[in-house]
């Protein structure tokens, strides 16, 4: 066969240096009817053109390979070394010669191909995977996007997957079936059993012991029986398709009323999740030391083989999903893994345990390297282990943990949270880095994956990876953009080349971040709880930040919009309609930010008008009144779509309520009262007319009636949550009296006998062109803002002044003793002397914030000046830790570790004498109160312990003086550089709100630490740019109001807003204050590129970093512990 005369080319990329867990069985070679169908399914009018055959290739180890040839009688020929394999070939001969896919949206494009002969092969195209497994799904994703899906869906869903490669996915429906009985089976009640069970759109984390109970009403077993039948049609359809199932295991999350039928059970319960109420949380968890653990093991996989066959090796089990163990210690965390290790070998003995790497770095406080290690070294057989490293692409794990201790893994990409519907990628990340991380020497790397919450959008960025798992080097990405495209397209007369370009302005912006700060899907503000801060810029999981410049996305769509106009057979292909509708409603999305910057700024003027925040409010709503209209031209991006799914689900007519409350709450409030509220929010047509906009009404509506002072968002957000609540339950009744479309999908339905789409896009267009708003939006998306120090303010300005011998207090902060631009024009137009003696009552502090608000009165439209007044945490017990260790032993050793015998540094604390310096700082500012300094009218700080602190002591007490209130708003761009240093990790949100209840936490703060890493520490490169972002930020949301801006900082953020400021380098001391006169001057066109440095590693010590310091624990404790 000529597959065996390409195999020996193909050995060297195939090879796999670990061992992974057999997947498949080689006794007898498979049957291809599972392939042979997909086709008769997708491309019933050549399915019969198609010859296939698998050869046996163990010698290859793991790997797969296959081959695609011209065949006899004008078949073409696929050969390959599993079902897998073939499919994967086949998928390659529709995508790169027929030049047509199937995609999840928009279904089979397959049919495009024209009748008779099918295209012949120019050359013969081979391909071996470079990895065993391809992995697809997260746990989360079977509620978040698959939650209500029909079998007509699922076979959709599967054929994709099959032809992508994917052999090892995730099958978690159905499973509450195979609990009820082995509960039933212990003496539970129904009722018993009911209370634990949670909603149809919750049960990924019912599972995952994070909540029990369903506040909508108890889980219908009818819906239950109809979700297990399904269950056995997927996992028989994979199995057909080539696909190992990774089918449930007991985790030992069990209902509360266990100890009735089991009164020596040992449980504990588990922790409260998310703030919901002690009722649907803290769920009680059996030890899987107890000997109940493992006989509920057996009886759970006896009667899950029993249903859907004897059809994997490969069971999932997550214990400690975002819910810490009860205790830390070492022995404990090995005793639960072994005993449920050992528990599953006992069910099922040739299993492998597939575990999700998310606990680790979710909360890597508490999963430290020991704690991982013990964890993962209860199970002492590596390959009886497999490790999704569910976030790889922006927190990946792998690293920090040497490959996860030698224990087989997948490098995974997670991408997208909750199913928010941004556009976003990071294409070269995730096409070198896992090349990278197989290439590594120590790895233990066996799989690529798709690990996504919600599947939602974005497809060509989870293609290219699942793509990667068959290229041993990186693939190049325009190209492979150029033929996705291609293929895309299919059943258009040609594609014209402005899709091209469209498309690859995508590539390299939207597509290609590199911030991992914002690392993962964007939510449009326009979803969030309106709010007049924490909207704009937020990082994290849900980011607001736009990482690349709106006008990209503005040209991209218009090079899209008008290709359809040299094409007109585009207006109807559903992959153009669908990615047209997509991309108009990113580009309202990111034109709704400016408008409403607007109406904030609008709003907190000094004399703000009325009538001008209504019509900047109209213009918000405009706009909201645009992407629901845009957005309900298409099924796809229709809350009616949703919740017909959710009813339909239900079977029966007494469930459907039931069920659309569940998808209702889980796209709005997640839980009885908000307790996630628009976590998994979508932009969908009617939830945008009957939901955001009202919302955005009511927020304007308090802005025309509320003043700054009195603003409350507690008491605005409590009164919305009340409509929210009502809102849901109008809703649904509105769904049953009148029909889900007519009464709730709300929007603009447009019925025309021409192309929907045309229609559409000339909405979209006039919009473009009419509105003053986005008119200003795209003026400013296609600009920049620069800054530079003007000088001669401040003695810390000039190149003659020694940072090292600066004294903030004895100079008043440095201010220079002069006369200003204004005063001389003052005087020259009164020629008298009457200013002049004005002039000289006022103290030097009070002519200055005479002249920098003269400078902004007399600025350009596109310059506002500031005074940053930058001050440096005082001394922490990091600080004085490397000071007696030296810098070569702190960074390389002493840095990395929590503390020493006699003192703590991880997110050190202020020392006593830090703490004197901050009341040195407190004093000094008192002092020039006295002299009329311009108080901050808006104050930022660090999140880390010593500048919560420091910004505490040095402002408190303060505000008595002056009319601005001293809450500060704590921001995570304006920290330390990030990763290796302990002290550079912070505590938990929780801990900030409860030691510092009146300082404000910015929108999207994530609970825990997301962006610290133990063995990456950030670039100069990196952390410029970081705090170029703070910069922009701070000057967007301040406009040219508060003038006068505090930020409570660090060394290495200061030092790099100086360098952004253009600003000479002056190293602050420990607990140092200096003002900055800061002229920002917003430039038209691009932004430069910057040049971003990857991360830097633990560098190697020079000598033993134990030999430092010199004197032994007893100076360390005389020094370190004040």
Same mark, same amino acid.
């Given at each position: 066969m000529q597959i065996l005369t390409l195999i020996s080319g193909l050995l060297a990329i195939a090879s796999t240096a670990v061992a992974a867990p057999a997947a498949r069985c080689a006794d007898s070679e498979p049957s291809t009817t599972g392939i042979e169908s997909l086709l008769q399914r997708r491309l019933p009018q050549h399915a019969e053109k198609f010859e296939f055959s698998i050869v046996n290739a163990t010698f290859l180890g793991e790997n797969d390979v296959y081959v695609v040839s011209?065949?006899?009688?004008?078949?073409?020929?696929?050969?390959?070394?599993?079902?897998?394999?073939?499919?994967?070939?086949?998928?390659?001969?529709?995508?790169?010669?027929?030049?047509?896919?199937?995609?999840?949206?928009?279904?089979?494009?397959?049919?495009?191909?024209?009748?008779?002969?099918?295209?012949?092969?120019?050359?013969?195209?081979?391909?071996?995977?470079?990895?065993?497994?391809?992995?697809?799904?997260?746990?989360?994703?079977?509620?978040?996007?698959?939650?209500?899906?029909?079998?007509?869906?699922?076979?959709?869903?599967l054929d994709w997957m099959a032809l992508r490669g994917v052999n090892l996915p995730l099958a978690w429906i159905g499973v509450e079936k195979i609990f009820i009985e082995v509960f039933q089976e212990l003496g539970l009640t129904d009722a018993e059993i009911?209370?634990?069970?949670?909603?149809?759109?919750?049960?990924?984390?019912?599972?995952?012991?994070?909540?029990?109970?369903?506040?909508?009403?108890?889980?219908?077993?009818?819906?239950?029986?109809?979700?297990f039948e399904l269950q056995k049609k997927i996992v028989q359809r994979m199995v057909e398709l080539g696909m190992t199932p990774i089918l449930p295991a007991f985790p030992g999350f069990v209902p509360r009323a266990i100890t009735r039928v089991l009164p020596d059970a040992n449980v504990i319960n588990g922790s409260a999740w998310e703030a919901f109420p002690a009722l649907y949380t803290n769920d009680t968890f059996m030890e899987p030391t107890d000997p109940h653990f493992t006989e509920i093991q057996k009886s759970f996989i006896s009667k899950q083989t029993a249903a859907y066959g004897d059809v994997t090796t490969f069971y999932t089990l997550d214990q400690f999903n975002e819910n810490n163990p009860s205790s830390g210690d070492l022995s404990y965390l090995r005793n639960v893994s072994s005993g449920t290790w050992q528990a599953l070998k006992a069910a099922a003995p040739n299993a492998t345990w597939v575990m999700q790497g998310w606990l680790f770095s979710s909360n890597s406080a508490f999963w430290t390297n020991d704690r991982v290690e013990a964890y993962l070294g209860g199970v002492t057989v590596d390959s009886d282990l497999l490790i999704l490293d569910l976030a790889s692409e922006s927190l990946p794990q792998w690293q920090r943990t040497n490959s996860y201790f030698g224990k087989p893994w997948i490098w995974c990409q997670i991408h997208d949270y909750g199913g928010n519907m941004g556009f976003y990628?990071?294409?070269?990340?995730?096409?070198?880095?896992?090349?990278?991380?197989?290439?590594?020497?120590?790895?233990?790397?066996?799989?690529?994956?798709?690990?996504?919450?919600?599947?939602?959008?974005?497809?060509?960025?989870?293609?290219?990876?699942?793509?990667?798992?068959?290229?041993?080097?990186?693939?190049?990405?325009?190209?492979?953009?150029?033929?996705?495209?291609?293929?895309?397209?299919?059943?258009?007369?040609?594609?014209?080349?402005?899709?091209?370009?469209?498309?690859?302005?995508?590539?390299?912006?939207?597509?290609?971040?590199?911030?991992?700060?914002?690392?993962?899907?964007?939510?449009?503000?326009?979803?969030?709880?309106?709010?007049?801060?924490?909207?704009?810029?937020?990082?994290?999981h849900h980011p607001t930040t736009l990482n690349y410049n709106p006008a990209d996305m503005v040209k991209a769509w218009r090079l899209f919009y008008n290709s359809a106009f040299k094409e007109p057979s585009l207006w109807l292909n559903s992959a153009y309609e669908f990615d047209l509708v997509d991309m108009s409603r990113q580009v309202l999305a990111n034109a709704f930010i400016p408008v409403y910057q607007d109406l904030v700024a609008a709003w907190n003027t000094t004399n703000s008008s009325t009538t001008k925040i209504q019509t900047i409010g109209a213009e918000l709503i405009g706009i909201l009144e645009a992407v629901d209209t845009i957005l309900s031209t298409n099924e796809n991006f229709k809350l009616s779509t949703w919740i017909n799914s959710a009813r339909t689900s239900a079977g029966q007519r007494s469930l459907e309520d039931f069920l659309e409350y569940d998808a209702i709450n889980q796209i709005t409030l997640w839980g009885p009262a908000g307790q996630i509220s628009d976590y998994a929010s979508k932009s969908w047509a009617g939830l945008v007319s009957s939901y955001y906009i009202p919302r955005w009404e009511k927020f304007i509506e308090y802005l025309v009636d509320t003043k700054p002072a009195q603003y409350?968002?507690?008491?605005?957000?409590?009164?919305?949550?009340?409509?929210?609540?009502?809102?849901?339950?109008?809703?649904?009744?509105?769904?049953?009296?009148?029909?889900?479309?007519?009464?709730?999908?709300?929007?603009?339905?447009?019925?025309?006998?021409?192309?929907?789409?045309?229609?559409?896009?000339?909405?979209?267009?006039?919009?473009?062109?009419?509105?003053?708003?986005?008119?200003?939006?795209?003026?400013?998306a296609e600009s920049y803002l620069t800054y530079s120090t003007v000088k001669g303010y401040f003695l810390q300005d000039e190149e003659d002044t020694d940072s090292s011998r600066f004294d903030y207090v004895a100079t008043n902060f440095g201010l220079i003793n002069r006369t200003y631009d204004y005063e001389a024009a003052?005087?020259?137009?009164?020629?008298?002397?009457?200013?002049?003696?004005?002039?000289?009552?006022?103290t030097q502090w009070s002519r200055f914030e005479r002249q920098v608000r003269t400078l902004n009165e007399q600025a350009e439209s596109n310059v506002v000046y500031k005074v940053l007044y930058l001050g440096r945490h005082g001394e922490g017990f990091h600080n004085v830790a490397e000071s007696w260790y030296g810098t070569d032993a702190w960074d390389c050793y002493w840095s990395l570790q929590d503390?020493?015998?006699t003192s703590t540094w991880s997110d050190a604390r202020l020392t006593q004498v830090g703490k004197a310096q901050a009341q040195t700082a407190h004093d000094a500012w008192e002092k020039q109160i006295e002299s009329a300094i311009p108080f901050p009218e808006m104050f930022y700080v660090s999140p880390l312990n010593r500048c919560l602190e420091t910004a505490a002591i040095t402002f408190r007490g303060l505000e008595k003086d002056v009319v601005k209130p001293f809450r500060p708003t704590v921001k995570e761009l304006v920290r330390e550089t990030i990763g290796i240093h302990t002290c550079d990790r912070r505590s938990s949100k929780t801990a900030i709100q409860e030691e510092y209840p009146d300082y404000i936490i910015e929108g999207g703060f994530a609970e825990n630490d997301e962006l610290w890493h133990p063995s990456q520490r950030e670039s100069d490169s990196a952390l410029n740019a970081r705090l170029k972002t703070f910069l922009d930020d701070i000057f967007n949301a301040n406009s040219k109001k508060n003038t006068f801006i505090s930020v409570t900082a660090h060394s290495g953020a200061i030092t790099s807003i100086l360098d952004v400021v253009?600003?000479?380098?002056?190293?602050?001391?420990?607990? @140092? !204050?200096?003002?900055?006169?800061?002229?920002?001057?917003?430039?038209? %066109? $691009?932004? #430069?590129?910057? *040049?971003? /440095?990857?991360?830097? @590693? !633990?560098?190697?010590?020079?000598?033993?970093?134990?030999?430092?310091? %010199? $004197?032994? #624990?007893?100076? *360390?404790? /005389?020094?370190?512990?004040?």
């Open positions: 011209n065949g006899k009688n004008g078949k073409i020929k696929v050969e390959g070394s599993s079902l897998s394999a073939l499919a994967t070939g086949v998928h390659r001969y529709l995508a790169d010669v027929a030049h047509v896919d199937i995609y999840w949206f928009i279904g089979s494009r397959l049919d495009q191909i024209p009748a008779g002969q099918l295209p012949k092969l120019d050359k013969t195209l081979t391909g071996s995977s470079v990895v065993p497994y391809r992995y697809h799904f997260n746990t989360v994703t079977t509620s978040y996007t698959a939650a209500f899906w029909s079998w007509e869906d699922w076979e959709l869903q009911s209370d634990f069970l949670s909603g149809p759109a919750f049960l990924a984390w019912n599972h995952f012991g994070n909540i029990q109970g369903s506040w909508g009403g108890s889980l219908p077993y009818a819906w239950v029986d109809s979700q990628g990071q294409v070269m990340n995730i096409t070198v880095n896992p090349i990278a991380a197989l290439n590594n020497a120590t790895s233990s790397l066996v799989g690529f994956g798709l690990s996504m919450e919600g599947q939602e959008g974005n497809e060509i960025v989870y293609d290219l990876l699942l793509d990667q798992a068959w290229s041993a080097t990186p693939i190049d990405t325009a190209t492979y953009f150029h033929d996705w495209v291609t293929a895309r397209y299919a059943g258009s007369k040609s594609t014209p080349t402005d899709i091209y370009n469209a498309w690859d302005i995508l590539r390299t912006t939207v597509y290609n971040n590199t911030n991992l700060a914002s690392n993962a899907v964007p939510k449009a503000i326009f979803e969030l709880i309106p709010s007049t801060s924490g909207l704009v810029n937020r990082t994290g409350n968002q507690t008491a605005f957000k409590a009164e919305l949550l009340q409509w929210e609540l009502q809102w849901q339950n109008d809703t649904i009744a509105a769904a049953t009296k009148d029909g889900v479309d007519d009464k709730v999908a709300g929007g603009v339905e447009v019925v025309l006998e021409g192309p929907l789409l045309l229609f559409l896009t000339i909405i979209l267009a006039g919009f473009m062109a009419m509105s003053e708003s986005l008119a200003t939006a795209n003026r400013d003052l005087s020259a137009r009164h020629e008298g002397h009457e200013d002049e003696a004005e002039i000289e009552q006022k503390g020493n015998e253009g600003h000479r380098r002056f190293k602050l001391q420990t607990g @140092g !204050v200096i003002p900055v006169l800061v002229k920002a001057e917003r430039v038209q %066109g $691009k932004e #430069p590129e910057r *040049v971003i /440095e990857p991360p830097t @590693g !633990v560098p190697e010590c020079k000598s033993d970093p134990l030999a430092a310091g %010199g $004197k032994g #624990p007893l100076e *360390v404790r /005389e020094v370190v512990q004040l």
